[in-house]
């Protein structure tokens, strides 16, 4: 559903524009947050639920999370607005769970069931009793009916029938979890594992009811900004296309700078450090037997996947800073004294920086989503700014880090570049299950000798859980960013900037 301006979306954009509204205006917070779901819930008619004392109940929660606070209980009495005193501070940090279900607006939808839609024509052939190993289907009234409770979820009776009638139904947020993090409540509804959930978010985006939300940062940091000190934001290269095709870089400078911060930076300046780090640990560790093969550090689901479920590839990993990370750094080097943003389009990096190791350089992570809302809340309409001074600060390559396979293809230009005797084998996966095959064969020993990119979002950051626009739109405004920037590789002494 990435791309497509649902109500879910325009939910989620209004609960972010109204939050960011009372960072920049209100002065009774507390009352202020108690009326804000009258003021979005329309109090006459529900429009999504069947009563709107239950829209106004999911919209108490998404507010919370929006503020960076935790969902209340649902067994104890709980104010809509404890612990916001305790939150309202610039610092603030994200704290686990990232992603949380709201259980009152979860459908309880079937986790994995097959059933016999409207669509059987009751054939005299009936297929799909003639191979159902268990005896699960018989006719009724003419038509196949499924007992679930002989069912096996084979799927052979969909596989044969001629008519598409018998549907596979699974729960969204469940099929789209790689790392089977999705289960189910005593009523039926999804919850989380956190064992098992690397912050990806494709749980969310895939939630057709909204009922599953990440923690936001914007309140804290519009406060941030209010107070007058230095905060400079850097940006993920994904933001080209968020805002619209006559939203250009220039033009995104000029507006977060209108928000109030003091410059901007691109991320992918720590991608093109990353890049020049990292050709020379293959050249030095995998190309000479050292390590049998190199994970990408750049993408923190992917990280996480592997320290979870493969533990025994932790020191296989890249050291290399993340190009979040790296960009902070660089950053304070030249403002010791300020704060600094990360804007992208990636939930996990929200608990990156909450790492201990990663706080002193990176003071708050929103999303592009997250942005918008601001911008709307200050009504500022990018399109209509005068052109900043263009941003030029990386290269093609590290630009190139926010679609999937650019990570490996920076790499392996930097390698064949200034290692030219050096033969490079390169993968790349996107989509945590694909991840997770290529690290079983890595495991087994089936990827020696490679440098292996791994991608939490089926596309890369371009496709993250907290981007605005469709891929396809998202790719193209890319490849555009990508061919305008003036240098197509960093030099090879790019790490000594990391250090």
Known sequence: MR???????????EIFKEIAQLAY???????????????????????????????????REQIRLAMGLSLRPEDAPVHVTQGLEESNIDE????????????????????????????CMGCVAHPCQVVCPRGAISTVNGKSVIDQSKCIRCGKCK??????????????CSAACGVGAIGSDGAGRAVIDSEKCVTCGQCMVSCPFGAIADKSQIFQLIHALESGREIIAQVAPAFVGQFGPAATPGKIKTALKQLGFADVYETAIGADIGAAIEAEHYVKEVATGELPFLLTSCCPSWSMLAKKFFPETIDKISNALTPMVATARVIKKEHPDASVVFIGPCVAKKLEASRRSVRSDVDFVITFE??????????????????????????SAGRGYA?????????????????????VHIEHVESLADCKKILMLAKLGKK?????????????????AGTNVAILQAQKALSSF????????????????AK
């Open 3 to 13: 791309g497509i301006d649902t109500p879910v979306r325009k939910m989620r954009r």
């Open 25 to 59: 205006h209100s002065d009774n917070l507390n009352d202020d947050v108690e009326a804000l779901p009258y003021k979005i819930v329309n109090p006459e008619t529900p429009i999504y639920r069947e009563s709107i004392y239950r829209e106004r109940e999911i919209v």
């Open 92 to 119: 603030k940090y994200y704290e686990p769970p990232m992603i949380q279900v709201i259980p009152s607006a979860c459908n309880a939808c079937p986790e994995n069931e097959y059933c016999v839609t409207d669509r």
């Open 159 to 172: 596989s044969v029938c001629p008519y598409d009638a018998v549907s596979h139904q699974q729960r969204p």
């Open 370 to 395: 997250e942005l918008t809302g601001m911008f709307e809340a200050k009504g500022i309409d990018i399109t209509k700014v005068e052109e900043e001074t263009p941003i030029m600060d990386a290269t």
């Open 403 to 423: 679609a999937s396979g650019g990570v490996a293809s920076a790499i392996e230009k930097c390698v064949q570049e200034y290692y030219p005797d050096t033969t």
């Open 448 to 464: 020696n000798g490679c440098l292996i990119e791994g991608m939490a979002c089926p596309g890369g950051c371009i496709a993250g």
């Open 482 to 497: 990508q061919n305008e920037a003036e240098r197509k590789l960093p030099p090879q002494n790019a790490m000594d900037e």
